[in-house]
Protein backbone atom coordinates (compact mmCIF):
# COMPACT_ATOMS: atom_id res chain seq x y z
CA UNK A 1 0.00 0.00 0.00
CA UNK A 2 2.89 2.73 0.91
CA UNK A 3 4.16 1.95 -2.76
CA UNK A 4 0.75 2.37 -3.96
CA UNK A 5 -0.18 6.01 -2.76
CA UNK A 6 2.77 7.72 -4.05
CA UNK A 7 1.81 6.02 -7.86
CA UNK A 8 -1.87 7.26 -7.25
CA UNK A 9 -1.04 10.14 -6.44
CA UNK A 10 1.42 10.86 -8.81
CA UNK A 11 -0.78 10.32 -11.58
CA UNK A 12 -3.52 12.42 -9.97
CA UNK A 13 -1.20 14.92 -10.42
CA UNK A 14 -0.53 14.47 -14.27
CA UNK A 15 -4.20 14.56 -14.29
CA UNK A 16 -4.51 17.27 -12.90
CA UNK A 17 -1.90 18.97 -14.74
CA UNK A 18 -3.34 17.14 -18.03
CA UNK A 19 -6.87 19.13 -17.17
CA UNK A 20 -5.35 21.87 -16.70
CA UNK A 21 -3.14 22.45 -19.50
CA UNK A 22 -6.44 21.11 -21.39
CA UNK A 23 -8.45 23.57 -19.58
CA UNK A 24 -5.90 26.55 -20.75
CA UNK A 25 -6.51 25.71 -23.95
CA UNK A 26 -10.11 25.35 -23.77
CA UNK A 27 -10.19 28.69 -22.46
CA UNK A 28 -7.75 30.05 -24.93
CA UNK A 29 -9.86 29.14 -27.82
CA UNK A 30 -12.89 29.91 -26.50
CA UNK A 31 -12.22 33.72 -24.43
CA UNK A 32 -12.44 36.98 -26.26
CA UNK A 33 -9.02 38.65 -26.61
CA UNK A 34 -9.02 42.07 -25.02
CA UNK A 35 -6.00 42.65 -27.85
CA UNK A 36 -7.40 46.76 -28.63
CA UNK A 37 -6.49 47.35 -32.50
CA UNK A 38 -4.48 50.81 -33.30
CA UNK A 39 -6.72 53.04 -34.59
CA UNK A 40 -4.36 55.38 -35.79
CA UNK A 41 -3.16 52.35 -37.81
CA UNK A 42 -6.63 51.35 -38.84
CA UNK A 43 -7.33 54.78 -40.16
CA UNK A 44 -3.80 55.62 -41.49
CA UNK A 45 -3.32 58.47 -40.03
CA UNK A 46 -0.14 59.93 -40.47
CA UNK A 47 -0.17 62.82 -37.73
CA UNK A 48 -2.49 64.23 -35.01
CA UNK A 49 -3.67 66.92 -37.12
CA UNK A 50 -4.80 64.33 -39.68
CA UNK A 51 -8.69 63.37 -39.43
CA UNK A 52 -9.87 59.65 -40.94
CA UNK A 53 -12.66 60.55 -43.27
CA UNK A 54 -15.83 57.71 -43.49
CA UNK A 55 -18.09 58.99 -46.64
CA UNK A 56 -21.23 57.28 -46.28
CA UNK A 57 -20.11 53.52 -45.55
CA UNK A 58 -16.43 53.83 -46.69
CA UNK A 59 -13.39 54.78 -45.24
CA UNK A 60 -11.87 57.32 -47.81
CA UNK A 61 -7.85 57.42 -48.26
CA UNK A 62 -8.28 61.13 -48.32
CA UNK A 63 -7.60 62.62 -45.04
CA UNK A 64 -9.45 65.95 -43.69
CA UNK A 65 -7.04 68.00 -41.24
CA UNK A 66 -7.88 69.55 -37.86
CA UNK A 67 -5.82 73.15 -37.85
CA UNK A 68 -6.70 75.52 -34.83
CA UNK A 69 -10.10 73.79 -33.77
CA UNK A 70 -11.10 73.81 -37.29
CA UNK A 71 -11.72 70.76 -39.96
CA UNK A 72 -10.73 71.13 -43.17
CA UNK A 73 -10.81 69.73 -46.57
CA UNK A 74 -8.23 69.61 -48.90
CA UNK A 75 -9.74 71.21 -51.95
CA UNK A 76 -9.35 67.47 -54.35
CA UNK A 77 -11.61 65.42 -51.81
CA UNK A 78 -14.33 68.86 -52.03
CA UNK A 79 -14.07 68.44 -56.00
CA UNK A 80 -14.26 64.74 -55.86
CA UNK A 81 -16.74 63.74 -53.34
CA UNK A 82 -18.83 67.50 -52.58
CA UNK A 83 -18.89 70.52 -55.13
CA UNK A 84 -17.23 71.12 -57.98
CA UNK A 85 -17.38 74.94 -58.17
CA UNK A 86 -14.33 75.92 -55.79
CA UNK A 87 -11.88 77.08 -57.95
CA UNK A 88 -8.55 77.73 -56.58
CA UNK A 89 -6.59 80.74 -58.26
CA UNK A 90 -2.95 80.08 -56.73
CA UNK A 91 -1.62 82.70 -59.13
CA UNK A 92 -3.55 85.16 -57.17
CA UNK A 93 -3.99 83.71 -53.97
CA UNK A 94 -7.61 83.38 -54.11
CA UNK A 95 -10.77 81.17 -53.41
CA UNK A 96 -13.95 81.64 -55.75
CA UNK A 97 -16.90 80.23 -55.87
CA UNK A 98 -19.51 81.04 -59.07
CA UNK A 99 -23.24 81.13 -58.52
CA UNK A 100 -25.22 81.73 -61.51
CA UNK A 101 -24.97 85.85 -60.10
CA UNK A 102 -21.95 85.80 -58.30
CA UNK A 103 -18.77 85.60 -57.67
CA UNK A 104 -18.01 84.30 -54.40
CA UNK A 105 -14.16 85.37 -53.51
CA UNK A 106 -12.15 84.84 -50.61
CA UNK A 107 -8.48 85.70 -49.89
CA UNK A 108 -6.66 82.55 -48.93
CA UNK A 109 -5.56 82.28 -45.77
CA UNK A 110 -8.50 85.47 -44.55
CA UNK A 111 -11.96 84.70 -42.85
CA UNK A 112 -13.82 87.24 -44.69
CA UNK A 113 -15.24 86.28 -47.89
CA UNK A 114 -17.07 88.82 -50.27
CA UNK A 115 -20.54 88.29 -51.73
CA UNK A 116 -22.66 90.35 -53.18
CA UNK A 117 -20.33 93.11 -52.75
CA UNK A 118 -19.60 93.01 -48.92
CA UNK A 119 -17.92 91.41 -46.75
CA UNK A 120 -18.45 88.73 -44.60
CA UNK A 121 -16.16 87.51 -41.59
CA UNK A 122 -16.40 83.80 -41.55
CA UNK A 123 -14.87 83.44 -38.07
CA UNK A 124 -12.18 80.98 -39.22
CA UNK A 125 -9.50 80.70 -41.89
CA UNK A 126 -11.44 79.83 -44.64
CA UNK A 127 -8.93 77.98 -46.62
CA UNK A 128 -4.98 77.81 -46.27
CA UNK A 129 -2.10 75.64 -47.62
CA UNK A 130 -0.43 72.98 -45.77
CA UNK A 131 2.59 72.40 -48.12
CA UNK A 132 1.69 72.97 -51.64
CA UNK A 133 -2.15 71.50 -51.19
CA UNK A 134 -4.83 73.62 -50.43
CA UNK A 135 -7.50 72.86 -47.78
CA UNK A 136 -11.33 74.10 -47.62
CA UNK A 137 -12.86 74.79 -44.47
CA UNK A 138 -15.73 72.11 -43.63
CA UNK A 139 -18.07 74.78 -42.44
CA UNK A 140 -17.46 77.11 -45.42
CA UNK A 141 -17.69 74.35 -48.03
CA UNK A 142 -21.40 73.29 -46.20
CA UNK A 143 -22.52 77.07 -47.07
CA UNK A 144 -22.92 75.92 -50.46
CA UNK A 145 -23.35 72.57 -50.42
CA UNK A 146 -25.39 69.91 -48.75
CA UNK A 147 -23.74 67.38 -46.77
CA UNK A 148 -23.43 66.40 -42.85
CA UNK A 149 -20.73 65.62 -40.94
CA UNK A 150 -20.04 64.60 -37.73
CA UNK A 151 -16.57 64.41 -35.32
CA UNK A 152 -15.23 62.26 -33.09
CA UNK A 153 -11.29 62.13 -30.96
CA UNK A 154 -9.19 59.35 -29.94
CA UNK A 155 -8.18 58.91 -33.02
CA UNK A 156 -9.78 62.12 -34.90
CA UNK A 157 -12.27 61.23 -37.34
CA UNK A 158 -15.31 62.58 -38.81
CA UNK A 159 -18.88 60.72 -40.39
CA UNK A 160 -19.93 62.48 -43.76
CA UNK A 161 -23.43 62.05 -45.71
CA UNK A 162 -24.36 63.04 -48.81
CA UNK A 163 -27.09 60.92 -49.38
CA UNK A 164 -30.02 60.21 -47.58
CA UNK A 165 -30.81 56.53 -48.06
CA UNK A 166 -32.45 53.82 -46.11
CA UNK A 167 -30.22 52.23 -43.48
CA UNK A 168 -30.47 49.60 -41.40
CA UNK A 169 -30.16 50.09 -37.53
CA UNK A 170 -29.92 48.32 -34.35
CA UNK A 171 -29.43 48.77 -30.98
CA UNK A 172 -26.92 46.78 -28.78
CA UNK A 173 -28.23 45.38 -25.58
CA UNK A 174 -25.35 44.39 -23.37
CA UNK A 175 -21.95 45.79 -22.97
CA UNK A 176 -19.60 44.51 -25.71
CA UNK A 177 -17.17 45.63 -27.97
CA UNK A 178 -16.66 45.82 -32.23
CA UNK A 179 -14.32 44.21 -33.39
CA UNK A 180 -12.09 44.40 -36.54
CA UNK A 181 -12.92 41.23 -38.22
CA UNK A 182 -15.56 38.75 -37.12
CA UNK A 183 -14.11 36.57 -34.41
CA UNK A 184 -13.88 36.83 -30.96
CA UNK A 185 -10.24 36.96 -31.11
CA UNK A 186 -9.85 39.74 -33.00
CA UNK A 187 -8.62 43.00 -31.84
CA UNK A 188 -10.97 44.99 -29.93
CA UNK A 189 -11.74 48.40 -32.39
CA UNK A 190 -13.93 50.19 -30.07
CA UNK A 191 -16.11 49.50 -27.22
CA UNK A 192 -19.82 49.23 -27.71
CA UNK A 193 -22.03 50.04 -24.19
CA UNK A 194 -25.29 49.00 -24.12
CA UNK A 195 -27.80 50.95 -26.14
CA UNK A 196 -25.31 52.02 -28.32
CA UNK A 197 -26.89 52.61 -31.83
CA UNK A 198 -25.30 50.82 -34.73
CA UNK A 199 -25.69 50.91 -38.73
CA UNK A 200 -26.04 47.19 -39.90
CA UNK A 201 -23.83 46.81 -43.11
CA UNK A 202 -24.00 43.02 -43.36
CA UNK A 203 -24.85 40.03 -42.02
CA UNK A 204 -23.47 36.67 -41.17
CA UNK A 205 -24.56 33.86 -39.78
CA UNK A 206 -22.71 34.72 -36.22
CA UNK A 207 -21.24 37.84 -36.92
CA UNK A 208 -23.29 41.09 -38.09
CA UNK A 209 -20.76 44.17 -39.83
CA UNK A 210 -21.69 47.36 -38.76
CA UNK A 211 -20.45 51.32 -38.37
CA UNK A 212 -20.64 53.12 -35.23
CA UNK A 213 -19.09 56.36 -34.46
CA UNK A 214 -17.33 56.49 -38.13
CA UNK A 215 -15.91 52.85 -36.93
CA UNK A 216 -16.54 49.81 -39.12
CA UNK A 217 -16.44 46.48 -37.50
CA UNK A 218 -17.85 43.22 -37.01
CA UNK A 219 -20.16 42.59 -33.74
CA UNK A 220 -21.56 38.76 -32.65
CA UNK A 221 -25.58 39.06 -34.07
CA UNK A 222 -26.71 38.08 -30.66
CA UNK A 223 -25.33 41.32 -29.26
CA UNK A 224 -28.05 43.44 -31.16
CA UNK A 225 -32.06 43.80 -31.10
CA UNK A 226 -34.72 46.21 -32.34
CA UNK A 227 -33.27 46.19 -35.65
CA UNK A 228 -35.22 48.36 -37.97
CA UNK A 229 -35.33 50.78 -41.00
CA UNK A 230 -34.67 53.98 -40.92
CA UNK A 231 -34.07 57.05 -44.05
CA UNK A 232 -31.31 59.09 -43.37
CA UNK A 233 -32.38 62.89 -43.11
CA UNK A 234 -31.72 65.20 -45.69
CA UNK A 235 -29.76 68.21 -45.15
CA UNK A 236 -31.50 70.88 -47.28
CA UNK A 237 -29.56 74.23 -45.60
CA UNK A 238 -28.44 75.24 -48.66
CA UNK A 239 -31.10 76.14 -51.29
CA UNK A 240 -29.16 75.23 -54.56
CA UNK A 241 -29.49 78.02 -56.86
CA UNK A 242 -30.93 77.77 -60.59
CA UNK A 243 -29.13 78.32 -63.73
CA UNK A 244 -31.39 79.75 -66.24
CA UNK A 245 -30.23 79.21 -69.86
CA UNK A 246 -31.44 80.82 -72.96
CA UNK A 247 -33.46 78.05 -74.57
CA UNK A 248 -35.33 78.73 -78.23
CA UNK A 249 -38.23 76.95 -78.50
CA UNK A 250 -36.95 75.93 -82.40
CA UNK A 251 -34.13 73.90 -83.44
CA UNK A 252 -31.21 76.13 -84.16
CA UNK A 253 -30.24 75.99 -87.30
CA UNK A 254 -26.46 77.96 -87.78
CA UNK A 255 -23.68 78.70 -90.22
CA UNK A 256 -19.98 79.77 -89.17
CA UNK A 257 -19.09 82.58 -91.35
CA UNK A 258 -15.41 82.90 -91.73
CA UNK A 259 -14.42 86.62 -91.70
CA UNK A 260 -11.19 86.98 -92.03
CA UNK A 261 -11.09 90.88 -91.99
CA UNK A 262 -13.59 93.54 -91.19
CA UNK A 263 -14.14 94.22 -95.47
CA UNK A 264 -15.40 90.63 -95.29
CA UNK A 265 -18.11 91.48 -93.29
CA UNK A 266 -19.61 92.16 -97.20
CA UNK A 267 -20.15 89.41 -97.60
CA UNK A 268 -22.73 88.08 -95.35
CA UNK A 269 -25.50 88.73 -98.28
CA UNK A 270 -23.31 86.13 -100.43
CA UNK A 271 -22.90 83.78 -97.71
CA UNK A 272 -26.76 83.40 -96.84
CA UNK A 273 -28.14 84.09 -100.40
CA UNK A 274 -28.74 80.50 -100.73
CA UNK A 275 -29.65 79.41 -96.98
CA UNK A 276 -33.07 77.73 -96.09
CA UNK A 277 -34.31 77.88 -92.86
CA UNK A 278 -30.54 79.00 -91.45
CA UNK A 279 -31.58 81.37 -88.56
CA UNK A 280 -28.28 81.87 -86.47
CA UNK A 281 -24.74 82.65 -88.28
CA UNK A 282 -21.23 83.20 -86.62
CA UNK A 283 -19.11 85.23 -87.93
CA UNK A 284 -15.30 85.02 -86.99
CA UNK A 285 -14.94 88.40 -85.29
CA UNK A 286 -12.86 87.95 -82.02
CA UNK A 287 -9.70 86.56 -81.75
CA UNK A 288 -7.48 86.37 -78.48
CA UNK A 289 -4.12 88.81 -79.01
CA UNK A 290 -1.94 88.73 -76.08
CA UNK A 291 -1.44 86.81 -72.52
CA UNK A 292 -3.64 89.59 -71.11
CA UNK A 293 -6.86 89.00 -71.87
CA UNK A 294 -7.20 91.51 -74.85
CA UNK A 295 -8.37 90.45 -78.20
CA UNK A 296 -8.92 91.62 -81.81
CA UNK A 297 -12.16 92.62 -83.34
CA UNK A 298 -13.61 93.31 -86.17
CA UNK A 299 -17.70 93.28 -85.40
CA UNK A 300 -19.96 95.18 -87.11
CA UNK A 301 -23.34 96.70 -86.28
CA UNK A 302 -24.16 96.84 -89.97
CA UNK A 303 -23.49 92.82 -90.17
CA UNK A 304 -25.37 92.87 -87.31
CA UNK A 305 -28.18 95.00 -88.24
CA UNK A 306 -28.60 93.37 -91.67
CA UNK A 307 -28.18 89.73 -89.96
CA UNK A 308 -31.42 90.62 -88.21
CA UNK A 309 -33.30 92.12 -91.16
CA UNK A 310 -32.87 88.42 -92.75
CA UNK A 311 -34.13 86.70 -89.34
CA UNK A 312 -30.93 85.61 -88.19
CA UNK A 313 -29.16 85.95 -84.70
CA UNK A 314 -25.57 86.61 -84.61
CA UNK A 315 -23.58 84.53 -82.40
CA UNK A 316 -19.93 86.25 -82.86
CA UNK A 317 -16.97 83.70 -82.33
CA UNK A 318 -14.08 84.14 -80.24
CA UNK A 319 -11.41 81.90 -80.87
CA UNK A 320 -7.76 81.45 -79.57
CA UNK A 321 -5.90 80.94 -82.68
CA UNK A 322 -3.10 82.91 -82.18
CA UNK A 323 0.48 81.67 -81.50
CA UNK A 324 1.20 84.95 -79.64
CA UNK A 325 -1.37 83.57 -77.44
CA UNK A 326 -0.89 80.86 -74.09
CA UNK A 327 -4.53 80.31 -73.16
CA UNK A 328 -3.19 78.42 -69.96
CA UNK A 329 -1.60 81.96 -68.97
CA UNK A 330 -4.92 83.78 -69.68
CA UNK A 331 -7.20 81.23 -68.27
CA UNK A 332 -5.72 80.70 -64.76
CA UNK A 333 -5.54 84.14 -63.80
CA UNK A 334 -9.03 85.61 -62.33
CA UNK A 335 -8.00 89.18 -63.19
CA UNK A 336 -6.92 88.60 -67.08
CA UNK A 337 -10.34 86.35 -67.13
CA UNK A 338 -12.01 89.43 -66.14
CA UNK A 339 -10.56 91.57 -68.12
CA UNK A 340 -11.96 89.28 -71.32
CA UNK A 341 -15.23 88.96 -70.24
CA UNK A 342 -15.86 92.09 -69.92
CA UNK A 343 -14.54 92.84 -73.02
CA UNK A 344 -16.74 90.70 -74.31
CA UNK A 345 -19.34 91.50 -72.87
CA UNK A 346 -18.98 95.50 -74.03
CA UNK A 347 -18.36 94.05 -77.60
CA UNK A 348 -21.82 92.03 -77.63
CA UNK A 349 -23.44 95.10 -76.70
CA UNK A 350 -21.92 97.74 -78.84
CA UNK A 351 -22.71 95.72 -81.94
CA UNK A 352 -26.18 94.53 -80.83
CA UNK A 353 -24.98 90.73 -81.29
CA UNK A 354 -27.50 88.06 -79.80
CA UNK A 355 -24.40 85.57 -78.94
CA UNK A 356 -21.31 84.35 -77.85
CA UNK A 357 -19.78 81.38 -79.33
CA UNK A 358 -16.30 79.96 -77.63
CA UNK A 359 -14.01 78.07 -79.66
CA UNK A 360 -11.42 77.76 -77.52
CA UNK A 361 -9.37 74.82 -79.52
CA UNK A 362 -6.41 72.95 -78.36
CA UNK A 363 -6.61 73.38 -74.70
CA UNK A 364 -4.11 71.56 -72.82
CA UNK A 365 -5.25 69.24 -70.06
CA UNK A 366 -3.92 71.31 -66.90
CA UNK A 367 -6.13 74.53 -68.33
CA UNK A 368 -9.33 72.82 -68.29
CA UNK A 369 -10.13 73.58 -64.96
CA UNK A 370 -9.54 77.23 -65.58
CA UNK A 371 -11.51 76.81 -68.91
CA UNK A 372 -14.28 75.82 -66.93
CA UNK A 373 -14.24 78.83 -64.72
CA UNK A 374 -13.94 80.75 -67.52
CA UNK A 375 -16.71 79.79 -68.74
CA UNK A 376 -18.79 80.01 -65.74
CA UNK A 377 -17.71 83.32 -64.78
CA UNK A 378 -18.69 84.87 -68.65
CA UNK A 379 -21.97 83.19 -67.99
CA UNK A 380 -23.08 85.46 -65.37
CA UNK A 381 -23.17 88.75 -67.16
CA UNK A 382 -24.74 86.57 -70.27
CA UNK A 383 -27.69 85.22 -68.49
CA UNK A 384 -27.60 89.33 -67.01
CA UNK A 385 -27.99 90.66 -70.61
CA UNK A 386 -30.06 87.97 -72.13
CA UNK A 387 -27.11 86.86 -74.56
CA UNK A 388 -26.81 82.98 -75.71
CA UNK A 389 -23.92 81.87 -74.69
CA UNK A 390 -22.96 78.57 -76.45
CA UNK A 391 -19.31 76.40 -76.06
CA UNK A 392 -17.41 74.51 -79.36
CA UNK A 393 -16.40 71.38 -78.47
CA UNK A 394 -14.46 68.26 -79.96
CA UNK A 395 -16.05 64.96 -80.30
CA UNK A 396 -15.43 63.17 -76.82
CA UNK A 397 -12.85 60.70 -78.38
CA UNK A 398 -9.35 60.58 -76.81
CA UNK A 399 -8.14 62.51 -74.17
CA UNK A 400 -10.63 65.76 -73.65
CA UNK A 401 -12.60 64.63 -70.62
CA UNK A 402 -11.02 68.22 -69.09
CA UNK A 403 -12.88 70.15 -71.34
CA UNK A 404 -15.40 69.60 -69.08
CA UNK A 405 -18.64 68.84 -70.87
CA UNK A 406 -20.72 68.01 -68.11
CA UNK A 407 -20.46 71.55 -66.44
CA UNK A 408 -19.89 73.33 -69.51
CA UNK A 409 -23.76 71.45 -69.83
CA UNK A 410 -24.84 73.09 -66.28
CA UNK A 411 -23.78 76.94 -67.14
CA UNK A 412 -24.12 77.33 -70.92
CA UNK A 413 -26.75 78.03 -73.03
CA UNK A 414 -25.75 75.34 -75.95
CA UNK A 415 -22.70 72.70 -76.37
CA UNK A 416 -21.78 72.30 -79.60
CA UNK A 417 -20.10 68.82 -81.29
CA UNK A 418 -17.54 69.77 -83.59
CA UNK A 419 -18.77 66.55 -85.33
CA UNK A 420 -15.69 66.33 -87.93
CA UNK A 421 -12.18 66.30 -88.43
CA UNK A 422 -12.31 62.48 -87.69
CA UNK A 423 -9.51 62.75 -90.14
CA UNK A 424 -7.57 66.48 -90.91
CA UNK A 425 -5.52 68.44 -92.41
CA UNK A 426 -2.04 66.57 -90.14
CA UNK A 427 -3.40 62.78 -89.76
CA UNK A 428 -1.07 60.11 -91.02
CA UNK A 429 -3.69 58.38 -92.83
CA UNK A 430 -6.19 59.31 -95.32
CA UNK A 431 -9.21 59.07 -94.27
CA UNK A 432 -13.38 60.54 -93.82
CA UNK A 433 -13.82 63.99 -92.24
CA UNK A 434 -17.14 62.58 -90.51
CA UNK A 435 -18.00 59.18 -91.27
CA UNK A 436 -21.74 58.12 -89.55
CA UNK A 437 -20.03 55.99 -86.38
CA UNK A 438 -17.77 58.92 -85.52
CA UNK A 439 -21.00 61.17 -85.59
CA UNK A 440 -23.16 58.93 -84.05
CA UNK A 441 -20.57 58.53 -81.14
CA UNK A 442 -19.94 62.23 -80.53
CA UNK A 443 -23.31 62.81 -80.01
CA UNK A 444 -24.00 59.69 -77.60
CA UNK A 445 -21.23 60.59 -75.77
CA UNK A 446 -21.73 64.17 -75.42
CA UNK A 447 -25.27 63.12 -74.05
CA UNK A 448 -24.23 61.37 -71.53
CA UNK A 449 -23.07 64.73 -69.77
CA UNK A 450 -25.66 67.63 -71.40
CA UNK A 451 -29.02 67.80 -71.93
CA UNK A 452 -30.23 66.73 -75.67
CA UNK A 453 -32.07 70.07 -75.49
CA UNK A 454 -28.93 71.35 -75.62
CA UNK A 455 -26.60 69.59 -77.72
CA UNK A 456 -25.73 70.95 -81.34
CA UNK A 457 -24.16 69.40 -83.83
CA UNK A 458 -21.85 70.50 -86.18
CA UNK A 459 -21.47 68.90 -89.76
CA UNK A 460 -19.19 69.52 -92.48
CA UNK A 461 -19.68 71.15 -95.76
CA UNK A 462 -16.52 70.47 -96.55
CA UNK A 463 -14.52 67.51 -98.32
CA UNK A 464 -10.95 66.66 -98.13
CA UNK A 465 -9.17 65.05 -101.00
CA UNK A 466 -6.54 62.66 -99.75
CA UNK A 467 -3.16 61.57 -101.85
CA UNK A 468 -1.03 59.39 -100.78
CA UNK A 469 2.56 58.99 -102.44
CA UNK A 470 4.61 56.84 -101.03
CA UNK A 471 5.12 57.19 -97.47
CA UNK A 472 3.78 60.77 -97.75
CA UNK A 473 -0.12 61.81 -97.13
CA UNK A 474 -1.40 65.24 -97.82
CA UNK A 475 -4.58 66.58 -98.24
CA UNK A 476 -6.54 69.70 -98.90
CA UNK A 477 -10.22 70.43 -98.10
CA UNK A 478 -12.57 71.91 -100.54
CA UNK A 479 -16.05 72.89 -100.99
CA UNK A 480 -18.69 70.16 -102.23
CA UNK A 481 -19.16 71.29 -106.15
CA UNK A 482 -14.72 71.14 -105.71
CA UNK A 483 -15.22 68.00 -104.68
CA UNK A 484 -17.34 66.93 -107.27
CA UNK A 485 -15.25 68.88 -110.36
CA UNK A 486 -12.46 67.11 -109.12
CA UNK A 487 -13.75 63.66 -110.10
CA UNK A 488 -15.50 64.71 -112.69
CA UNK A 489 -11.86 66.13 -113.87
CA UNK A 490 -10.53 62.75 -113.60
CA UNK A 491 -13.39 61.06 -114.81
CA UNK A 492 -14.32 58.88 -112.01
CA UNK A 493 -17.63 58.36 -110.33
CA UNK A 494 -18.13 57.84 -106.32
CA UNK A 495 -20.20 55.05 -104.81
CA UNK A 496 -21.90 54.61 -101.77
CA UNK A 497 -19.65 53.03 -98.80
CA UNK A 498 -22.54 51.23 -96.13
CA UNK A 499 -19.70 51.91 -93.52
CA UNK A 500 -19.18 55.57 -93.90
CA UNK A 501 -22.86 56.33 -95.43
CA UNK A 502 -20.88 58.54 -97.47
CA UNK A 503 -20.10 58.28 -101.12
CA UNK A 504 -16.60 56.87 -101.77
CA UNK A 505 -13.81 57.39 -104.51
CA UNK A 506 -10.54 56.00 -104.71
CA UNK A 507 -8.10 56.03 -108.01
CA UNK A 508 -4.33 56.28 -109.35
CA UNK A 509 -3.11 59.20 -111.21
CA UNK A 510 1.14 59.70 -111.81
CA UNK A 511 1.72 57.07 -108.86
CA UNK A 512 -0.28 58.59 -106.24
CA UNK A 513 -3.25 57.37 -104.74
CA UNK A 514 -6.61 59.50 -104.73
CA UNK A 515 -9.22 59.06 -102.27
CA UNK A 516 -12.32 60.83 -101.27
CA UNK A 517 -15.29 60.82 -99.07
CA UNK A 518 -17.38 63.32 -100.06
CA UNK A 519 -20.48 65.29 -98.09
CA UNK A 520 -23.01 65.94 -100.10
CA UNK A 521 -26.77 65.73 -100.03
CA UNK A 522 -26.76 61.87 -99.15
CA UNK A 523 -24.35 61.95 -96.51
CA UNK A 524 -25.71 65.03 -94.59
CA UNK A 525 -29.20 63.34 -94.90
CA UNK A 526 -27.86 60.16 -93.00
CA UNK A 527 -26.59 62.45 -89.98
CA UNK A 528 -29.62 65.07 -89.82
CA UNK A 529 -31.42 61.31 -89.61
CA UNK A 530 -29.35 60.40 -86.23
CA UNK A 531 -29.15 63.78 -84.82
CA UNK A 532 -33.09 63.55 -85.27
CA UNK A 533 -33.18 60.29 -83.97
CA UNK A 534 -31.14 61.52 -80.93
CA UNK A 535 -33.93 65.17 -80.31
CA UNK A 536 -30.77 67.70 -80.10
CA UNK A 537 -31.16 71.06 -79.73
CA UNK A 538 -29.90 71.86 -83.70
CA UNK A 539 -27.21 71.66 -86.46
CA UNK A 540 -24.41 73.99 -87.09
CA UNK A 541 -21.88 73.91 -90.44
CA UNK A 542 -18.34 74.34 -90.97
CA UNK A 543 -18.23 76.50 -93.08
CA UNK A 544 -21.12 79.05 -95.29
CA UNK A 545 -19.35 79.00 -99.07
CA UNK A 546 -18.51 75.23 -99.36
CA UNK A 547 -22.39 73.91 -99.53
CA UNK A 548 -24.23 73.73 -102.24
CA UNK A 549 -27.87 75.46 -102.33
CA UNK A 550 -29.44 72.12 -102.75
CA UNK A 551 -27.90 70.86 -99.12
CA UNK A 552 -30.06 73.72 -97.83
CA UNK A 553 -33.42 71.66 -98.86
CA UNK A 554 -32.07 68.73 -96.94
CA UNK A 555 -31.42 70.80 -93.70
CA UNK A 556 -34.79 72.84 -93.85
CA UNK A 557 -36.48 69.03 -93.90
CA UNK A 558 -34.52 68.13 -90.53
CA UNK A 559 -35.60 71.75 -89.13
CA UNK A 560 -39.23 71.13 -89.87
CA UNK A 561 -39.50 67.22 -89.78
Known sequence: ???????????????????????????????????????????????????????QDEIL??????????YYFALSTVHQYLNERFYEDSGEGLLLYTTPTDIIRAEIGSAVFTQDGSGQDAGYVISRYVGDTLYVAVDYVKKFTNFSYETFTNPNRM?????????????????TQIRYQGGIKSDILIDAEAGTQVVVLEEMEKWVKVKAKAVIGYVEKKRLNNIRTERLTAVTDYEEPVYTNISK?????????????????????????????MNTISPTWFSLSDNEGNFTSIASTEYVAQAHQKGLEVWGLVDNFSDAVDSYSVLSSTTKRAHLIDGLIQAAAACGMDGINIDFEQLTPETGRHFVQFLRELSIPCRANGI??????????????????????????YVIIMGYDEHWSGSEEAGSVASIDFVETGIERTLEEVPAEKVING???????????????????????????????????AQWDDTTCQNYAEFEKDGAVYQVWLEDEQSIQVKLNVMANYGIAGVSAWKLGFERPSVWNVI??????
Not at 394 to 410: F, K
Not at 475 to 486: L, P, T, W
Open 61 to 70: EDKALLLDGT
Open 249 to 277: DYKICMGWHQVTSAAANATLSEATSATEG
Open 459 to 493: IPFYTRIWKTEGAQVTSDAVGMNSAEQFLANNGVS
Open 159 to 175: QVYTQWEEQILADVGKD
Open 388 to 413: VLSVDNYVPIGNTDYYGRRQQGEVVD
Open 1 to 55: MKKVIPALVAIVLILVIVAGSIGVKLVEKYSYSKERADLEEYYDLQDENETAIVL
Open 556 to 561: DGYLHG
